[in-house]
T-cell receptor
């Protein structure tokens, strides 16, 4: 069975502060994919990143960065110099092998509130 | 616009009503999904369709009835719902499950359903 845990339900920061969102996962698959999605107030889930389980390189995209640590089953997400537009709910998700049917298992989400 | 369009955006229905949610994508995807997002629960997978065939029903009550007439359209027919069914219903699409793309979904903006 797959499981994704986002221990932080809500984080409040002041603009320009950095914020790190934690994600811990469980899976028995040897090949899997990890995702982060952003859900703004409009409701849609916006894809941010997909990471293959064999690629442990950290990634940076603008103000976003991701730290994948297979040894601790974690895939944390950092927003640097946060902005008000970053206010949203962020979901970490896991997809297993092809045999698992391509299904995404989501964490409970972390609500980020960036205050001006 | 994400490429996945859901209508209506908002729906209020009585417990004896019958209504339908619609999802449409023109991304060339062959797998489509219904997810339920309640206030207090993680995103829950409801149904999966691959090449118009239902491949998963995640123990969803029969008052929810999906229909997938072709790979571009997905419906969720609702009848005799309960107030606890009030939630955001999200549709997603992806390449065919056999493509093994590891859950790389595109989500719609969702239908906010309120059952009174």
């Amino acid at each position: 069975a797959q499981k994704v845990t986002q221990a932080q339900t809500e984080i409040s920061v002041v603009e320009k502060e950095d914020v790190t969102l934690d994600c811990v996962y469980e899976t028995r698959d040897t090949t899997y994919y990890l995702f982060w999605y952003k859900q703004p107030p409009s409701g849609e889930l916006v894809f941010l990143i997909r990471r293959n389980s064999f690629d442990e390189q950290n990634e940076i995209s603008g103000r976003y960065s991701w730290n994948f640590q297979k040894s601790t089953s974690s895939f944390n997400f950092t927003i640097t110099a946060s902005q008000v537009v970053d206010s949203a709910v962020y979901f970490c998700a896991l997809s297993g092998s092809k045999a698992a049917g391509n299904k995404l298992t989501f964490g409970g989400g972390t609500r980020v509130l960036v205050k001006p | 616009e994400t490429g996945v369009t859901q209508t209506p955006r908002h729906l209020v229905m009585g417990m004896t009503n019958k209504k339908s949610l619609k999802c449409e994508q023109h991304l060339g995807h062959n797998a489509m999904y219904w997810y339920k997002q309640s206030a207090k629960k993680p995103l829950e997978l409801m149904f999966v369709y691959n090449f118009k065939e239902q491949t998963e029903n995640n123990s969803v009550p029969s008052r929810f009835s999906p229909e997938c007439p072709n790979s571009s359209h997905l419906f969720l027919h609702l009848h005799t719902l309960q107030p606890e069914d009030s939630a955001l219903y999200l549709c997603a699409s992806s390449q065919a499950i056999s493509a093994g793309t590891g859950g790389n979904y595109t989500f719609g903006s969702g239908t906010r359903l309120t059952v009174v």
